[in-house]
T-cell receptor
Framework: NAGVTQTPKFQVLKTGQSMTLQCAQDMNHNSMYWYRQDPGMGLRLIYYSASEGTTDKGEVPNGYNVSRLNKREFSLRLESAAPSQTSVYFC?????????????FGSGTRLTVV | GENVEQHPSTLSVQEGDSAVIKCTYSDSASNYFPWYKQELGKRPQLIIDIRSNVGEKKDQRIAVTLNKTAKHFSLHITETQPEDSAVYFCAASKGGSYIPTFGRGTSLIVHP
C-alpha cells in the first residue's frame, strides 16, 4: 500500500518550459489536492478535485492547470514555468471532504525554475 | 476568507519540557481543526484533530484545546522528546468543501 505517490521528486526547469507533476493514490480516496509550500508561507492550495470529474481553484491557481485523469490520478501542469513557481509541491488525498477526514500527503516534488 | 494565525514561528525547548503552539482563526463558522507534523524533508502527517463540539482532545503526549468564543485553539505536547522536533501546522476548515486554511507553521526544536 503506497499511499500517495508523486513523481518526479526533483526537477529543474528553465523559465518558459512546461512540465506535468504526476500524483496517484491507491487508497480509493475521492478527493485530491495540490499544494505548494514556500518558506514561512505554510501550505497554500493550488487546485483541488472533490471527486472524479470535478476540479476547482484554490488560493493560488494562476500559472497552473490540473487534470483529474481518473479516481486515482490527479496531475498538475505548469504551461510556462516562472521563477516564482520555484517551490515544493505536495499532492494530497482524503477519503472525502468533511470533518474527520484528514489528508494523506505525498512525499513532495522540489521544483526549481531558473 | 478564513485567516489562521500561528505562534510562535519557532519554539525551542529542552527534552522533557512541555511545548504549546497557539493558533487563532477568523471565521466563526470554522468547525474542524486538524494539526499536521512535518519532519525535516518529509511529508506533512496528520497527528490530531478536533471538532467544534469538543473542547479538548488527548492522544498520549499530545492534546489539543479549542476555545470557540475566543476563536483560539492550541496544541500541547508534554514530556517532549528529540523526535518531536518538526514543523507543526494548524488548520481551520468549515462545512461545504472543508478545505483547510493552514497556519504558517511552528518549528519546534527539542534539545537533548
Amino acid at each position: 500500500n503506497a499511499g500517495v505517490t508523486q513523481t518526479p521528486k526533483f526537477q529543474v526547469l528553465k523559465t518558459g518550459q512546461s512540465m506535468t507533476l504526476q500524483c496517484a493514490q491507491d487508497m480509493n480516496h475521492n478527493s485530491m489536492y495540490w499544494y505548494r509550500q514556500d518558506p514561512g508561507m505554510g501550505l497554500r492550495l493550488i487546485y483541488y478535485s472533490a471527486s472524479e470529474g470535478t476540479t476547482d481553484k484554490g488560493e493560488v491557481p494562476n500559472g497552473y492547470n490540473v487534470s483529474r485523469l481518473n479516481k486515482r490520478e490527479f496531475s498538475l501542469r505548469l504551461e510556462s514555468a516562472a521563477p516564482s513557481q520555484t517551490s515544493v509541491y505536495f499532492c494530497a488525498s482524503s477519503q472525502r471532504q468533511g470533518p474527520g477526514y484528514g489528508y494523506t500527503f505525498g512525499s513532495g516534488t522540489r521544483l526549481t525554475v531558473v | 476568507g478564513e485567516n489562521v494565525e500561528q505562534h510562535p514561528s519557532t519554539l525551542s525547548v529542552q527534552e522533557g519540557d512541555s511545548a504549546v503552539i497557539k493558533c487563532t482563526y477568523s471565521d466563526s463558522a470554522s468547525n474542524y481543526f486538524p494539526w499536521y507534523k512535518q519532519e525535516l524533508g518529509k511529508r506533512p502527517q496528520l497527528i490530531i484533530d478536533i471538532r467544534s463540539n469538543v473542547g479538548e482532545k488527548k492522544d498520549q503526549r499530545i492534546a489539543v484545546t479549542l476555545n470557540k468564543t475566543a476563536k483560539h485553539f492550541s496544541l500541547h505536547i508534554t514530556e517532549t522528546q528529540p523526535e518531536d522536533s518538526a514543523v507543526y501546522f494548524c488548520a481551520a476548515s468549515k462545512g461545504g468543501s472543508y478545505i483547510p486554511t493552514f497556519g504558517r507553521g511552528t518549528s519546534l526544536i527539542v534539545h537533548p
